[in-house]
């Protein structure tokens, strides 16, 4: 009784012990996934005001780009007007930006944006002797830093900052882009001036196209690509298919789309089949290079197949939706050929270790045995099993295997 008793203290204690550390653990964890959370919600924060201040950007920039088409348009003295002179050939003590009218300057200086506090009347005495320069200007009179100047400079090429004159390092000018843009967006370019065009005049094409793809019905999958390679040939005479489409709104683009998939995925694992089907190895390439090869056809095809098997419940549901041919997914159609094709690899690459291992100049004979006895498992599993063929290849391995074991045991 007293050793059990101790017993049951000592597992009470462990138990106890063990507890306290999950709730410990527990409450680590909920800070941690309190503080994820913060970090979420500022995260979503900061993309939002992100956004907002991309569509500022965005209206900032098309309001330039319709003065810039308004510029050019100007006569000469309203240019002259709306582009004065900044004066530095004399210091004013102060310096401001209204929207005011200047006072009428000097006869010789130009017009400046330059505002004279003080000088309230049409004509003033001469300025007052200028300010010390700073350390960074001496000896450059009647020179001084017009902060202005900058902010103006940056909020015209905040866009690229880089950017010293009005052409870009092609040489093309920055006027001529804005203009080629701002007929993009006004629609006047070729490139939409061709959709429109086929818009009106491919009208009743398109109509017939619509038609066809809405009453298609396929009875196996290889009709589905025949119709689908039709399809992509007369829409191929279209400028932009998507661009002219679109302007079609009873276009069945879900259906279409749908029934490109499917032919694209038969046509991905019809022609991996074939090549898998029709591997040779050659006794002149290299055996590490030949046994790499069919490894590395062996990883596409079960990569290929773990795809379409991870996706076919939900792939094969969007087909029958449209009517399309889903049949060839199951292990009963294509993916089990694929799957049976997979056996014509494994007596290749256990050949090719068997004619080295028989070779008087193979080394590491064990290795290589291995090798082949993991590559034909590899492949029992996942074509489910062996054909009569496969099975003299694997128990001629596995003789060459017992044998060279049995001359090993004598030694």
Request: a positive charge.
């Amino acid at each position: 009784m007293p050793q059990e008793d101790e017993n049951s203290e000592i597992m009470i204690t462990f138990l106890r012990k063990e507890l306290e550390a999950s709730l410990e653990k527990n409450a680590s964890l909920e800070k941690e996934n309190h503080e994820l959370r913060r970090e979420v919600s500022r995260l979503r924060d900061q993309i939002t005001s992100l956004k907002a201040y991309n569509h500022e950007r965005k209206t900032v920039l098309w309001k330039k780009f319709q003065n810039s088409m308004d510029t050019p348009e100007q006569s000469p003295a309203a240019k002259e007007k709306m582009s004065p002179k900044l004066d530095f050939t004399e210091e004013k003590p102060a310096t401001t930006l209204t929207n005011a009218p200047p006072p009428k300057p000097p006869p010789t200086p130009p017009a400046s944006f330059k505002e004279v506090k003080g000088n309230k009347g049409p004509s003033a005495p001469a300025p007052p002797p200028p300010p010390p320069p700073s350390k960074s200007l001496v000896g450059s009179k009647g020179v001084r830093r017009v902060p202005e100047v900058i902010e103006l400079y940056r909020s015209l090429t905040r866009k690229d900052p880089h950017m010293e004159n009005k052409a870009n390092p092609a040489g093309v000018h920055v006027f001529a882009l804005t203009k080629n843009m701002i007929g993009e967006i006004e629609n006047r370019s070729s490139y939409v001036l061709a959709i429109k065009s086929e818009v009106e005049t491919q009208a009743e094409f398109i109509n017939f196209l619509i038609g066809e793809v809405e009453s298609a019905t396929f009875k196996n999958i290889a009709d589905v690509e025949a119709f689908v390679n039709w399809l992509d040939r007369q829409l191929s005479s279209l400028v932009d298919e998507r661009a002219v489409l679109k302007h079609f709104p009873q276009w069945p683009e879900r259906k279409a789309d749908t029934l490109r998939e499917a032919a694209c995925n038969y046509r991905d694992l019809r022609n991996l089949k074939s090549e898998v089907s029709s591997f040779e190895d050659s006794m002149k390439e290299p055996l590490i290079l030949a046994l790499r090869r069919i490894e590395a056809l062996q990883d596409r095809l079960e990569r290929s197949l773990s795809s379409t098997e991870r996706t076919r419940d939900i792939t094969s549901k969007k087909y029958r939706d449209f009517q399309i041919p889903w049949e060839w997914m199951l292990d009963t159609g294509l993916i089990g050929q694929l799957k049976v094709s997979s056996l014509r690899l494994a007596k290749e690459f256990m050949k090719r270790i068997i004619k080295e291992v028989q070779s008087s100049e193979c080394s590491r004979v064990e290795n290589l045995l291995l090798q082949g006895v993991r590559f034909a498992f590899r492949v029992h599993q996942f074509a489910g099993g062996f054909d009569s063929e496969t099975i003299i290849s694997f128990e001629e391995l596995k003789k060459i295997g017992t044998d060279i074991k049995r001359q090993t045991n004598k030694q």
